[in-house]
């Protein structure tokens, strides 16, 4: 679990009115400024208000990039792959900030429910062991790891998740780690379930749909 930095790693793939899907990767946020490769190829700077494979950049901050796509705002968090075809309905889930500023969901674990807390600087889904073991999640023989922490290192036991879903979003095979100590908290909802979704926000709400 580690902040975000101040240089954002996306890659975003977006629909075009005219011409299909480009592919944009966003390889650096700088202030008023984004450094992408479209359709693979080599990287350079664009500013707010260029429009790169018929998407313009209207806004960047430490962790994101907002582009125009047919009209529409489209803001892409650290990490995510957005696929912005129109007339595409896939299985979502709508989250909202709360007041301190988190994205935090009701959900369930292997049809167990629990609570998330959207974590994009976590690697993977963490569990805490106490919530591991009210879940009947099988740990304690799995594969070991050492995760750094602000508390220092902790170890933590890698398992699969056989089915994870949030809203209409389920998502089966789901690594995650199990903290064995220095974590108590909920849930955190890592990159091993947000990379297989498009990650979008429109204002306070946090949009996850299903890619694959």
Known sequence: M???PSIALLSIALATASAGAATVDVVGL????AVVAVDGGPPHSISVGDTV???????????????????KRRTVAMGSYLAGRSGDHRASATLTMDARGHYVAQGSINGSPTQFLVDTGATMVVLPA????????DYRRAPQGVANTANG???FR????????????????????VMQGGYNGPVLLGMTFLSRTEVTRDGQNMVLTKRF
């Open 53 to 71: 494979g018929g998407m313009k950049l209207v806004a960047v901050s430490s962790s994101d990039a907002t582009f125009l796509v047919d009209g």
């Open 153 to 155: 290192p902790v170890s």
């Open 2 to 4: 580690k902040a975000l």
């Open 158 to 177: 890698v398992v699969k998740l056989d089915r994870v879903k949030i809203g209409d979003v389920e998502l089966d095979q789901v690594e995650a780690g």
């Open 30 to 33: 700088f202030p008023g400024k």
């Open 130 to 137: 106490s919530e591991a073991d009210r879940l009947a999640i």
